[in-house]
């Protein structure tokens, strides 16, 4: 059967056709729908992990069970994901383990842009890269295989173009693994300094293996065209080579990135005239060109950052430019911003107002820093506006210490903010921690975690009491408030704030877009009582908008939260219309 799929189902059937018995990850764009897709398997475990670190070992230990597990996370979740995986590399596995990384050339959704195929390189574990859903798909089920056979974790790399687009896959029945016995082998697993040592030696001597196997295996393929000019790429950049130059051009193209073959590569370059390197981000394979004597045109030509397009491309070899339109095309500007009713829109404000330094996270609640709240200060990583809001304020000093806070999620704090309030705690800074519970994981499309009460099915589960929990990693002061109560907030923040121990404010409210959220009657504005203050306007509502001097709300998009209401102190703003 022939289905249309993105990237990440393809993954997720790959996975299940594959064997897959238990996957367990941490949502990231643009990664998160792989699981999500899993998750609608029942025959297969799938579970949210409070992170990545924690999703691949909890794969390891099934892996160790002897099931074929798998884990998936975004490019910035591997950073976290790092730890168990490079000494995964020197335990190897059990069952087949594959560790799914979605990178982000373009930073459509992330704080940076990394080349996920340098962890494969420096963890020397084999790395597969799909250029398409089909590829996706077969990749992921042969992955298995690959692991098993060499007895590895292997490293499934997409990007955004390939994760999100769609493509035709041939859809094949899954394969059930045997469970395999689980044995207690000390010397394998316990990794221990007498033990690691004799594994090294196992992991370059499987390196070499794997190298050899590149050099005919089914994830690398030559298409012998026009010998003028020979292209070596990998991933999305091979749909626009063919796109732009179709069979004109003969084509190395790379499924597996690491290791790289030598003998591929250098027989290929020898049936060409002019030889390219064409791959986003950083120029690994390139080097691997120069590394074996030859001599390509890569990053001298195209740039290591962002993303290519047929555009690009077409451009970097002087080909005139299409009739049609560009990715490059300009658009009209649509500036990021939370949601008309977003619980965090009342914190923020009530931040800026009092001229707060804020140090942030990753979020929705990242958008507070956009105009005209331009409420925060920084953003680092996950968990990092709680430890870096610990050492701001021992750098600062008491001048700090009464005007400064951390913002987080409720997802991110579960993530990785609990180890820096504890380090508040343990080492006593007069520190302030707010906590943005909007009673789910937002930015990535409305996810559980461990404080909603639900797991990735939506079947009831444990709940963490985040109140407890701060006071059982050692504050004594935390407090909850509902961010709509604009005064409450205000006296909560200047409280917390002037006290002389560390304490967390709890912002409680859900997500307005949550299906069990109804939405109040949208709020009107009272023209012959509006004096063209332009308060209301002060809070960046995307239903609040100035027209003629005067305050107007766009009812297709006012929930009824009435926060703006208590900024208005000429009363112009009055309820009214009928519920959604």
Request: a neutral charge; glycine letters at 8%; aromatic letters at 6%.
């Amino acid at each position: 059967m022939k289905k249309l799929m993105i990237g990440n189902e393809a993954v997720a059937r790959g996975l299940y056709e594959g064997g897959l018995s238990l996957v367990s990850s941490y949502p990231g764009t643009p990664s998160t729908e792989i699981t999500e897709f899993l998750s609608l398997y029942d025959d297969i475990h799938s579970e949210w992990a409070p992170n990545e670190k924690v999703a691949a070992e909890v794969a390891f230990g099934a892996s160790l069970g002897g099931v074929r597990a798998a884990c998936a996370m975004k490019h910035v979740g591997l950073n976290v994901a790092a730890d168990p995986l490079f000494t995964l590399s020197y335990t190897g596995v059990t069952g087949g383990l594959v560790v799914c990384v979605a990178d982000d050339p373009a930073m459509h959704s992330s704080q940076n842009e990394q080349d996920s195929r340098h962890y494969a390189i420096a963890a020397k574990v084999p790395m597969l890269e799909p250029a398409d859903s089909a590829e996706a798909h077969a990749f992921a089920r042969d992955a298995f295989l690959l692991s098993e056979q060499f007895d590895t974790p292997v490293l499934l790399r997409v990007c955004t173009r390939v994760a999100h687009s769609q493509s035709v896959v041939e859809v094949g029945e899954r394969a059930e693994a045997p469970k395999k016995p689980y044995e207690k082998n000390p010397e394998k697993y316990i990794m221990m300094p007498a033990n690691a040592k004799k594994r090294h030696p196992v992991v370059e001597a499987r390196t070499k293996a794997l190298a050899a196997y590149a050099e005919d295996c089914p994830f690398n393929r030559v298409e012998m065209g026009g010998t003028k000019i020979g292209i070596i790429t990998s991933g999305t950049c091979y749909q626009y080579v063919k796109e732009v130059f179709g069979d004109n051009v003969s084509v190395l193209k790379i499924g597996m990135p690491y290791p790289l073959p030598e003998k591929l590569f250098t027989d290929f370059a020898a049936k060409v005239e002019k030889l390219y390197v064409i791959e986003e981000l950083d120029g690994i394979i390139e080097q691997h060109c120069r590394s074996l004597g030859l001599s390509p045109i890569g990053k001298e030509l195209f740039s290591p950052i962002g993303e290519y397009s047929q555009a690009s491309i077409r451009a970097a070899f002087g080909l005139a430019a299409l009739d049609c339109v560009s990715l490059e095309a300009p658009l009209p500007q649509r500036p990021p911003m939370m949601c008309a009713g977003c619980p965090h829109r009342g914190l923020f404000y009530t931040l800026a107002k009092n001229k707060v330094t804020v140090l942030g996270d990753i979020g929705c609640y990242t958008l507070g820093a956009v105009p005209p709240l331009s409420a925060l200060d920084s953003t680092l990583c996950m968990g990092a506006s709680v430890s870096g809001l610990h050492g701001f304020n021992l750098a600062m000093g008491k001048s700090a210490e009464g005007k400064s806070v951390a913002v987080i999620g409720d997802s991110t704090f579960m993530h990785s903010g609990m180890t820096g309030l504890v380090n508040i705690a343990y080492n006593n800074s007069n520190s302030t921690v707010i906590i943005l519970d909007n009673s789910i994981t937002g930015m990535t499309g409305h996810q559980h975690n461990p404080t909603t009460g639900y797991n990735i099915k939506g079947d009831p589960a444990a709940k963490v009491d985040l109140e407890a929990l701060c006071h059982a990693l050692g504050i004594a002061r935390v407090r909850v408030v509902d961010p709509y109560d604009l005064a409450a907030c205000d006296a909560a923040l200047k409280e917390e704030l002037a006290a002389e121990e560390p304490s967390v404010i709890i912002s409680r409210r859900p997500c307005v877009l949550l299906k069990s959220v109804k939405a109040a009657p949208p709020l009107t504005v009272n023209e012959d009582k509006c004096k063209k203050c332009k308060k209301c306007a002060s809070l960046g509502c995307p239903a609040i908008s100035i027209k003629n001097g005067k305050a107007t709300i766009d009812k297709t998009l006012c929930v009824g939260c009435e926060v703006c209401v208590s900024l208005c102190k000429f009363n112009a703003i009055e309820k009214g219309g009928a519920a959604k």
